[in-house]
């Protein structure tokens, strides 16, 4: 069984995870040489499934990082040039209880799966089946960010996955160009986020990648049961990725989405709120976040208001007292004295 390693600053992409209690780091470089390749083989069996891995030298440089939002487990991997195959032997064991949905963060990776071959790219998307045989060739040294769903909750049958596997999905427009990014930096950030906020994403998240499913599948989404399900949370993303733009109107929205303000409106209303409110709500959240994060005097309300999409101070001042029934500093200056009260008291004799 692999052992975490102790000191991995080397690499930048997961120095943040030390400070995370869920959050794993593994790598090569934490036994000798010798033994790289073992080590890997192993550390691949535990925390993903087995399969068999070869390189073309006799060491191997490869590390892993690892954590979980909710359901949803992200694994980060970069690794020289191999090749690897799941086959029947290891399916037989009978680990393979998730799909893997992969996104390309460097490097290239082929494919095959289900009869067909692909080359992933940077910033491609694709899309594993564990309980049938695949192969990947890296032919040079990649990046990886693996998000291990389980299939239950993705709804897909397994006709629909067949049908998914071995495909480059590029971030050309759509979905897609919102979900590749989506990835790319939650699995950079998965660490920063608080239990039940990352429970709460892992769900949106997961829903994004099935309405993505639904357009690579060339299904007509008017034609699908849930059909508005899928459109909302279209919309949703499309709010979270302009949240910032104080032009963020429902009528913007509705034009971006081909539809009218008023089934926008109507959308919303499945949820017992509004497009405004809802999206009122997820401002104040960002601003609340921020705020309590960063350190005195380092930005000023206004300018935090402003990064998160209101139009001026005045009319995030009234929203948040609206919503909280105190005005930001107040709730600002509560919100320090109760950090050090926190402090003091774990800390009596300082």
């Known amino acids: 069984m692999p052992t975490m390693i102790g000191p991995y600053e080397e690499r930048s992409w997961w120095t943040a995870s030390c400070a995370s209690p869920r959050a794993q780091v593994l790598s090569t470089r934490s036994v000798p040489p010798r033994e790289s390749l073992d080590f890997w083989h192993d550390a691949v069996l535990a925390t993903l499934v087995g399969m068999e891995i070869a390189t073309d030298g006799r060491t191997y440089d490869a590390a892993m990082r690892t954590d979980h939002l909710g359901d949803l487990r992200i694994i980060t991997v970069e690794c020289d040039p191999g090749r690897v195959h799941r086959s029947s032997r290891f ?3 009978g680990d393979g209880r998730d799909v893997f949905v992969a ?7 082929q494919v095959e799966q289900d009869g067909r071959t692909t080359e992933l ?3 491609d998307i694709g899309f ?27 709804g897909w049958s397994e006709a629909d996955v067949r049908r998914l596997t071995a495909r480059a999905v590029r971030p050309s427009g759509g979905l897609t160009a919102l979900l590749a990014p989506l990835l790319e930096r939650l699995a950079d950030t998965s660490e920063t986020y608080a239990t039940p906020v990352a429970e709460r994403l892992a769900e949106g998240v997961i829903d994004l990648m099935a309405a993505t499913a639904v357009d690579q599948l060339g299904e007509d989404p008017d034609a699908l049961p849930g059909a508005d399900r899928v459109l909302l949370l279209r919309i949703k993303a499309f709010i979270r990725w302009h949240l910032a733009d104080s032009g963020l109107t429902p009528q913007a929205i509705a034009d971006a989405h081909g539809i009218s303000v008023r ?19 997820l401002r104040l959240h960002e601003c609340r976040r921020e705020l309590a994060v960063q350190a005195p005097g380092s930005a000023s309300l206004g300018q935090v208001a402003r990064r998160w999409g209101f139009s001026s101070p005045a009319r995030f001042s009234r929203a948040f007292h609206s919503s909280f ?10 919100k320090r004295a109760s950090r050090v009260r926190g402090e003091v008291l774990c800390c009596p004799h300082r």
């Open 91 to 93: 399916i037989a064991r």
């Open 103 to 109: 996104l390309q963060s460097t490097g290239r990776a």
């Open 121 to 123: 790219r940077a910033g």
């Open 128 to 154: 594993f089946e564990t309980v049938r045989p695949f192969r990947t060739t890296f032919p040079e040294r990649f990046r990886l960010k693996i998000f291990a769903v389980p299939r239950d909750l993705l």
């Open 263 to 281: 089934y926008l409106h109507r959308l919303f209303e499945a949820e017992d709120t509004t497009v405004c409110q809802w999206i009122r709500a």
């Open 325 to 334: 029934g105190l005005s930001p500093t107040d709730w600002l200056d509560r």
